[in-house]
């Protein structure tokens, strides 16, 4: 019994339903571990080995998630803030949403995955949280979501009912244009030759009218065009000019790591994972987690030789 190629397929739900890569590679790996430990119990009559394995990493979930708080990004816990010179001060103690790191997985795992739909989720019950999972994005049937989940059809489709009244509601749940189209690359090159040349008035020019732009873990966000770039400014104030800037991908949208200037070259900064809509940049998060770093492979220093910005 080969399990191996519904790994990726697997740590993308498990993303889903816990927000954190890190957490959901360990909760596969256990999933495996235990389907291997079973195969000889394993009925190909009364499920696929598929929808056998969903069984276990649904309830791996479950167990994980109970009692534990929500995963939110910082525009999930209050108001924008209109003092774009507030402390940056860190909350470790929330358990901050966790971008997904594509390239480390097949093209075919990474659909809705987005960060707004992910923060959306976490606001779920879990159980209403796995059914609609199940059964919107990976398309079983409600009689394989109740044997997955111990229950009935009936309960699966009032769970998803709910599920789905409670996220209608939800910010940010448009579809966003992907990472290699072309409109969407123009707009990351244009915003990588700002940031990398510390033009502040460039950058604004690139952003919708009500961009948002958050920072976990620090639990501030900003909201609009003038708040952005006054913040921005004040990080080229404290860090200067002459940032290195790489492309990369996140959650199925365009992404870039943004590395500091410093002695000897440029010491990595912030993951940033874009929203665009429309050609403008309408919600930017960047992320200052060392862990998140680690697990999208970002190394910690680029040589001052390797520092090529965009002309």
Do not use: K
């Amino acid at each position: 019994m080969d399990l191996e190629p519904y790994r990726g397929e697997l740590v993308a739900y498990c993303y889903r339903m816990l927000g954190s890569c890190h957490e959901a590679e360990d909760l596969v790996q256990d999933t495996m571990l235990r389907a291997w430990q079973a195969r000889d119990r394993y009925d190909p009559s009364r499920a696929s080995v598929r929808t056998w394995l969903y069984r276990i990493a649904a309830n791996a979930c479950l167990t994980a998630l109970a009692g534990r708080a929500r995963r939110p990004l910082p525009s999930g816990l209050g108001a924008p803030s209109d003092d774009p010179g507030a402390p940056l001060t860190p909350a470790p103690g929330i358990p901050w949403l966790q971008p997904f790191p594509d390239a480390r997985f097949d093209p075919g795992v990474r659909a809705d995955l987005r960060l707004a739909l992910v923060a959306a989720l976490q606001l779920l019950p879990p159980r209403q949280r796995a059914v609609l999972v199940l059964r919107e994005v990976l398309e079983f049937t409600a009689a394989e979501v109740a044997i997955q989940l111990g229950t009935t059809v009936p309960a699966v489709n009032s769970a998803l009912q709910r599920a789905r009244a409670a996220l209608a509601g939800a910010p940010g749940l448009t579809e966003v244009a992907e990472p290699d189209d072309r409109a969407v690359r123009a707009v990351i090159d244009r915003y990588v030759h700002a940031f990398e040349a510390a033009d502040v008035p460039a950058l604004v020019q690139l952003l919708a009218d009500d961009a948002v732009l958050e920072m976990p873990p620090v639990p501030l966000w900003y909201r609009g065009r003038d708040d952005y770039g006054a913040f921005i400014s004040r990080v080229f104030e404290m860090r200067g000019p002459g940032w290195a800037m790489r492309r990369l991908t996140a959650n199925g949208q365009p992404a870039l790591a943004a590395y500091a200037p410093g002695p000897g070259g440029h010491r990595v900064h912030t993951l940033q994972v874009f929203t665009i809509t429309g050609g403008r940049v309408a919600g930017n998060v960047v992320f200052a987690d060392p862990a998140v770093f680690r697990v999208f492979g970002l190394p910690e220093h680029l040589p001052a030789d390797d520092f090529r910005p965009v002309r």
